[in-house]
């Protein structure tokens, strides 16, 4: 089962290479690799262009682009060049293990799915804050993933990794928005596919440490998540979590067996909860400008 691969890069000289070494080792699998630099001001375009040169095992496409014009449309780009049906989604600033594609690429032997996802794990210490809620939200997630997909609901991609069906996607969707991991999720779900959060492709990433820095990316997610709500009118997703049992018992089991997950709580939970209200009565033009919400963290990359 052949596979293209779209990577969207945003300032990833830190851990593009690693990431092009992997796809490298990937090429009984991969036989298209689609590149979209949007408006990279460090050494992300000349490790993209000297791997290029040097890879000719399969087929390559780079795009570079001066501006930003959000990830969901650098998605949008890569899926119309791509030759294949099954296309797998990554970003520069993570490292897949070594059988996370061939196990990713598994699940769509049923053609039922339209779409499976990765299960992250974080490479944060248990030092600041901001590491001590990452880490609840990300261990509160992964659980609720497994759970929901049980249970047919779950549709929440992670951004990091995953894999769709072109075909799962009708024409005219749109998901150039915030979280287009999410949008797209949904998007398949409800043209009739299952989406899979799969225990067994895993791959490691970072999760802003400093407060600031963890604040910055959960405004971007809170807002898309208000978005998704405003254009599906699934009224209950903006705190689709806060008013999950499975998800607030995981919270709460999770955070009493740390002193430093608990007092990370008392300052993380109100902070999410207030980030979600704001936006969610905040008047904004859907059709805007969203970079001023979509800063990238400097700290997710490494």
Request: charged share 25%.
């Amino acid at each position: 089962m052949n596979c293209s691969v779209v990577l969207t890069l945003y300032n990833e000289e830190k851990g593009l290479q690693r990431v092009l070494d992997y796809l490298s080792t990937q090429r009984e699998i991969i036989d298209e690799v689609i590149a979209i630099s949007d408006a990279c001001h460090d050494g992300t375009n000349e490790i993209l262009l000297k791997w290029y040169d040097r890879e000719d095992q399969f087929k390559k496409s780079i795009t570079l682009r001066e501006s930003r014009y959000g990830r969901g449309n650098a998605i949008s780009l890569g899926l119309s060049h791509s030759r294949n049906d099954l296309c797998i989604i990554m970003a520069g600033d993570m490292q897949p293990l070594s059988k996370s594609l061939p196990n990713l690429l598994q699940y769509f032997k049923d053609p039922r799915v339209g779409a499976a996802t990765g299960h992250p794990i974080l490479l944060n210490s248990y030092r600041t804050i901001g590491d001590c809620l990452s880490h609840v939200m990300w261990k509160s997630h992964n659980q609720v993933g497994e759970t929901t997909t049980e249970e047919g609901r779950f549709f929440h991609l992670n951004g990091e990794m995953y894999g769709i069906r072109k075909s799962a996607l009708k024409q005219g969707d749109f998901y150039n928005c915030l979280n287009e991991d999410n949008m797209i999720g949904y998007l398949i779900k409800r043209n009739g596919f299952l989406v899979m959060w799969a225990k067994d492709v895993q791959y490691f990433m970072r999760y802003p440490s400093g407060f600031w820095e963890w604040l910055k990316i959960r405004k971007r997610s809170c807002y898309g998540r208000i978005e998704l709500v405003r254009r599906t009118h699934l009224k209950q997703y903006g705190f689709y979590e806060l008013q999950s049992r499975d998800y607030i018992l995981n919270v709460w089991r999770i955070g009493v067996s740390n002193l430093r997950f608990f007092a990370s709580l008392i300052i993380g939970v109100p902070t999410e909860f207030l980030v979600r209200s704001y936006y969610r009565v905040m008047n904004r033009d859907l059709e805007s400008p969203f970079t001023e919400l979509w800063q990238p963290a400097a700290e997710t990359k490494w």
